[in-house]
């Protein structure tokens, strides 16, 4: 006789489940966004060299484009890699223009591209007013900002696509709720990070930008179990609801999870600091995406199809309800076919 020791919880079950953890995590969520919005986040400060030019402002508004161009070529020149470029007005005349170098980057070679900084910006730019010193400071780890667009235009990449996937497959209403789906696991991420304090690096903007995919993911294991549960003989047997929790797809999901979070703990062991804050917040990230691949959506989205599907049959009746043939084709249409 075949034994099952992994049943899956029964159906009351997951709807205690689902509402226990949606109003915990729906608390969180609230929490963090006050923690942000008081605190802000835990901005993380780390060591470095930098290369700080200032400049008259006067010079720098006319000529800003090949200022920083020289710059640029005398570092690319000593095989120096700017890490950020921040930049700050000194009253009204004059200007600073701060590189930002790992801390392990050669003072002399500074000091040798600094020299080459005097010589080069004064020939370039004889009317202008330069000076430039080379100094380590305590800076705050930022994401510069064109590492910042790019991230976002790939997340929104992804998003755009991942939309279009859902839509294409399994319906627009479906590629909708995949999209809250990504949305609430994002904004969980970031909730949990400020409400943990987790130092916020580079790496753990990426960790929450990964929320988005984790949750696709999620998602996809149960849209897909979904329509093939429809499809079944026995699903004619069965109530809408009763096909969506037998479609949870907690066997995929958590194997997912499971392999995912081993992953990043095994990183948090054997990496540095800023690999350790990267992998726990991807952990966090795991986590939301996998509350809202097993619970959030598979509980949610019986009633909110329900209640689209009839915004819709009044809106294409004049709002005076749907005739007898209309319901009737609504309730053989599958869920997601």
């Not at 509402?19 to 780390?46: D, E, P, W, Y």
């Not at 909708?176 to 609430?184: D, H, I, P, R, S």
């Not at 990183?267 to 990230?285: D, E, P, Q, R």
């Amino acid at each position: 006789m075949k034994t099952n020791c992994c049943k899956a919880p029964s159906n009351k079950m997951i709807k205690i489940l689902s509402i226990i953890f949606t109003a915990v995590m729906s608390a969180l969520l609230v929490a963090g966004i006050i923690v942000c919005a008081v605190l802000g986040f835990n901005n993380s400060h780390k060591d470095a060299k930098a290369v700080t030019v200032t400049v008259d402002t006067y010079a720098y508004n006319v000529n800003a484009q090949n200022i920083e161009a020289t710059t640029n070529v005398v570092f690319a020149k000593r095989g120096l890699e700017v890490e950020d470029r921040q930049f700050a007005t000194m009253g009204s005349t004059e200007v600073e223009i701060v590189y930002v170098f790992d801390n392990d980057t050669s003072l002399a070679v500074l000091n040798e591209a600094k020299a080459d900084l005097d010589s080069g910006l004064e020939d370039a730019f004889p009317n202008a007013v330069f000076s430039v010193r080379v100094e380590a400071m305590r800076v705050m780890d930022t994401t510069p900002e064109s590492y910042v667009g790019r991230g976002l235009i790939a997340v929104a990449i992804f998003a755009a696509l991942s939309f279009l996937y859902v839509w294409i497959r399994y319906k627009l209403f479906a590629a909708l709720y995949a999209l809250c789906g990504n949305v609430f696991a994002g904004g969980l991420t970031t909730a949990l990070i400020a409400l943990t304090r987790i130092p916020v690096t580079p790496a753990v903007g990426a960790a929450i930008a990964a929320s988005v995919l984790f949750s696709t993911v999620t998602v996809l294991f149960f849209f897909n179990k979904l329509r093939a549960a429809e499809k079944e003989d026995s699903a004619a047997d069965k109530s809408e609801k009763e096909i969506v929790y037998s479609s949870i797809a907690w066997k995929e999901t958590l194997l997912f999870a499971g392999l995912l979070g081993a992953a990043f703990i095994v990183m948090i062991c054997v990496g540095k600091t800023a690999i350790a804050w990267f992998s726990l917040s991807a952990i966090v990230a795991v986590l939301a995406a996998t509350f809202v691949g097993l619970l959030l959506v598979p509980t949610t989205f019986v009633p909110a199809k329900k209640c689209a599907d009839k915004l819709a049959a009044q809106k294409a009746s004049g709002y005076k309800g749907a005739k007898k043939g209309e319901k009737a084709q609504k309730s053989n249409d599958g869920l997601v076919d």
